[in-house]
């Protein structure tokens, strides 16, 4: 089983910055993809994006160019750098790590962007 730690977010007004992390334990395979998906109200839930354990990324689209994902192993912890903030990233931002026979999820961290 594999636990997720999130810690981060918070208020930010638009054009700010904010950093996430996000720390696994647990059992944990030597391949795995780690990312944060965010859930706007009344919206469903949603990537944002992810990174393999040999480096690859991917973001979405409305993120690219303003957030950056980077991953320690030897941590298994995963972090995720926002800026350029709108109001539309308003969100509850979860942790996701998805191993060969697991598929995790952390409690999720709110991140509110206004002025």
């Known amino acids: 089983q594999v636990q997720l730690v999130e810690s981060g977010g918070g208020l930010v007004q638009p054009g700010g910055s904010l950093s996430f992390s996000c720390a696994a334990s647990g059992i944990i395979s030597a391949s795995n993809v780690m990312g944060w998906y965010r859930q706007a109200p009344g919206k469903q839930r949603e990537l944002a994006a992810t990174?393999?354990?040999?480096?690859?990324?991917n973001y979405a689209d409305s993120v690219k160019g303003r957030f950056t994902i980077s991953r320690d192993n030897a941590k298994n912890t995963v972090y995720l750098q926002m800026s350029s903030l709108k109001p539309e990233d308003t969100a509850v931002y979860y942790c996701?790590?998805?191993?060969?026979?697991?598929?995790?999820w952390g409690q999720g961290t709110q991140v509110t962007v206004s002025s």
């Open positions: 990174i393999t354990s040999g480096g690859g990324t």
């Open positions: 996701r790590l998805i191993g060969t026979r697991s598929d995790s």
